[in-house]
């Protein structure tokens, strides 16, 4: 370390025990120190000069403009399987609106509307018997007779009540004579019509 | 208030209580605040002196002390805790003025720092006049400071302005106390030698 200049003037390289003892603030001055006045007197001056600058720094720093706040106190952490409620309702909310999305612009196809048992099968199958020559699985029951509206329209049902007006002893007869008008060609009805016209002749 | 109470303006205290410390180490949340209550002005007071502005140092003292609670349990000993919490927050100092670098290099910022002019004059309820002081004050440690190297600068800063001990001093820094004594010394004889800021000190202090 290169010589400092000296700070006293009693001849000594005593100025880097000033420093030392004014850095290390150890108290008791050794060595020189202990012997000389001049630099024990120097180094206390320096003491002085240091701690000055210390209030100083302190008396030229503002004080804080707010508290120091802390973060809530974290809770402990979870394995990455501990999904807590949150993100759990997260993703179901979202997998709700994207589904929701996803079904409006017609993405996601739902199949139509749900089908429609099918309320005339066994009547058809009543009125089939034993008859080899009937149609089965006839749609026409489904699609045309049991239909509110047509039933409706026909005088059968009541549009307000909705009950139905015929008598419930002549029920085959009544359907036959309804569906007469529509059941063109078709063997199987016109069979059973000729049938209902003689016997009732 | 009680920090306020805590933090004695002449002076600073002592070591922390060994105790305290153990506790907030172990969680406990009381025990850290009452660590931010004893050591949050001082902290403070190192930030402003490197950074020279009341709400900046506010809020790089905020960092330091959610960096110290969330990596209090890597704090191995006790005893350690000053130079701990002074080496995060000269971590974050460095950082702040690399960012403030960064931002006038590219046009972002018009400050740059540190430098006497930024005093915060506004801050802590100053009048007009003690603004003037202060500022007169910080400008002639700046011209002190420009004469010294930047380990000497840190030393000098952290011994006589933060009031740490060479032991304390070597771990903020992580170096060896020898090498924290020898830059102690050059930068105590160069304060010694700058006669216009010795006798400015001298007059304020009378």
């Not at chain 1, 005593?14 to 012997?35: M, N, R, T, Y």
Request: charged residues 25%.
């Amino acid at each position: 370390m290169k010589k400092q200049e000296s700070i006293t003037n009693c001849g000594q390289a005593a100025c880097q025990q000033i420093f030392e003892k004014v850095a290390d603030q150890s108290g008791k001055p050794g060595g020189h120190l202990a012997d000389c006045p001049d630099c024990a007197k120097a180094a206390k001056a320096l003491e002085a000069d240091l701690a000055a600058l210390h209030r100083a720094a302190l008396r030229h720093t503002p004080t804080m403009p707010g508290p120091v706040r802390l973060p809530v106190a974290a809770s402990p952490k979870k394995p990455f399987w501990g999904f807590g409620p949150r993100p759990v309702l997260a993703f179901a909310a979202s997998l709700v609106l994207v589904l929701g999305l996803a079904v409006g612009m017609g993405i996601l196809k739902t199949g139509g509307p749900p089908a429609v048992e099918n309320p005339g099968a066994p009547l058809v199958a009543e009125l089939a018997g034993g008859d080899k020559n009937a149609p089965g699985d006839y749609p026409f029951g489904q699609t045309h007779i049991l239909n509110e509206d047509y039933l409706i329209l026909a005088g059968e049902m009541d549009l307000l009540s909705g009950d139905q007006t015929h008598d419930e002893d002549n029920f085959f007869e009544d359907f036959l004579d309804f569906i007469a008008p529509l059941a063109g060609d078709d063997p199987f009805f016109q069979g059973r019509i000729q049938q209902k016209e003689t016997s009732h002749v | 208030m009680e920090a306020m109470a805590s933090f004695n303006r002449n002076s600073f205290d002592a070591g922390p209580d060994a105790e305290l410390v153990e506790k907030a180490r172990n969680g406990d949340r009381q025990a850290f605040d009452r660590l931010v209550q004893i050591y949050s002005e001082r902290i403070f007071a190192m930030i402003y002196a490197r950074v020279r502005n009341a709400q900046d140092a506010q809020d790089i003292t905020q960092e330091v002390f959610i960096r110290a609670y969330k990596n209090m349990a890597k704090l191995h000993e006790a005893e350690k805790f000053v130079p701990w919490l002074f080496s995060i927050a000269r971590n974050r100092v460095t950082d702040f003025k690399r960012k403030k670098r960064f931002l006038f290099f590219w046009g972002g910022s018009n400050e740059v720092l540190p430098a006497a002019d930024k005093v915060d004059e506004e801050a802590g309820g100053q009048t007009a006049l003690d603004g003037l002081l202060s500022r007169e004050f910080w400008s002639q440690v700046d011209v002190f400071a420009a004469k010294l190297s930047t380990g000497e600068k840190e030393v000098f800063f952290l011994r006589f302005l933060d009031q740490l001990k060479i032991p304390e001093i070597a771990q903020v820094l992580n170096k060896s106390q020898s090498t924290v004594k020898t830059l102690l010394y050059r930068a105590v004889a160069k304060f010694e030698s700058d006669r216009k800021l010795v006798e400015y000190i001298r007059k304020e202090a009378s």
